[in-house]
């Protein structure tokens, strides 16, 4: 499968490995295709990979990921071009996070409104899936959890094949499957989750937690 990445930061450089690892073909898009950081990525990841603008890596994908940051995310979608999304499964993995009052963060749009839907809304002929954004970019791909829990990984979107497509992409990265919270509108709570999950990491002391998830 051909895999787009838009944007070239942890999580598209996680799930880019984990892409080609698994044997797909990965562009990651960048507004700096040939930076110094993506030559290092290109030389340490086993597979086939390239990099190239946030258009040329919309354009390659069968599958899209969008992994850029929240305020970036509706800029990057007009950069990659509308058309070149249509009709293909596009994995949000962003998140509407307010930094500017410092930690844990806020949301710039919430509990009416949420960055999945106005992804979805963008591109009305795109299958849009929110994956991986309460995930730390470190647990996306093989992740280690005690023996005792393996979680599924939270899902939405309004598309039943696309989220089938999505499962099965989680799974080949060694995830137990995904919880399908419903349509894209549960991006509401999807995204809300993270400021609780950032405040729990920093209770506990680790980013490496899964803090939906509380194994019976
Ligand atoms: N880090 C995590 O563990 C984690 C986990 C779950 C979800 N998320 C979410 O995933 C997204 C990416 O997170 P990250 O940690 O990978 O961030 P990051 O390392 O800071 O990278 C952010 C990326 O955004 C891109 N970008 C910024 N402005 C852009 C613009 N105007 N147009 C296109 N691209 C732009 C940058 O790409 P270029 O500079 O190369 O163009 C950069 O690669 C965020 O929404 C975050 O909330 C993060």
């Given at each position: 499968m051909k895999v787009g990445i838009i944007g070239s930061g942890n999580v598209a450089q996680a799930l880019g490995r984990g892409f080609a690892s698994r044997g797909h073909d990965v562009m990651l898009g960048s507004r700096e295709p040939n930076s110094e950081k993506l030559e290092g990525w290109k030389k340490k990841t086993l597979g086939k990979v390239g990099t190239g603008t946030v258009l040329q890596a919309a354009r390659h994908g069968e599958v899209v990921v969008l992994s850029v940051h929240g305020k970036a995310a509706?800029?990057?979608?007009?950069?990659?071009?509308?058309?070149n999304l249509e009709g293909k499964l596009v994995i949000d993995?962003?998140?509407p996070l307010e930094m500017s009052e410092g930690l844990p963060p806020g949301l710039f749009v919430g509990v009416t409104d949420s960055l999945g839907e106005r992804v979805q809304k963008m591109l009305p002929r795109s299958h849009v899936v929110k994956a991986f954004n309460t995930i730390a970019s470190i647990q996306m791909v093989d992740?280690?959890?005690p023996a005792s829990s393996s979680p599924p990984m939270m899902i939405c979107g309004?598309?039943?094949k696309a989220k089938t497509q999505v499962d099965g992409i989680v799974r080949s990265f060694g995830w137990s499957g995904t919880l399908d919270l419903g349509g894209i509108e549960m991006s509401r709570w999807m995204e809300a989750f993270v400021p609780l999950w950032v405040t729990v990491g920093r209770k506990l002391g680790t980013w490496?937690?899964?803090a939906e998830w509380v194994h019976p």
């Open positions: 509706e800029a990057a979608i007009e950069a990659a071009g509308r058309e993995t962003t998140n992740p280690k959890f309004n598309d039943a490496h937690h899964v």
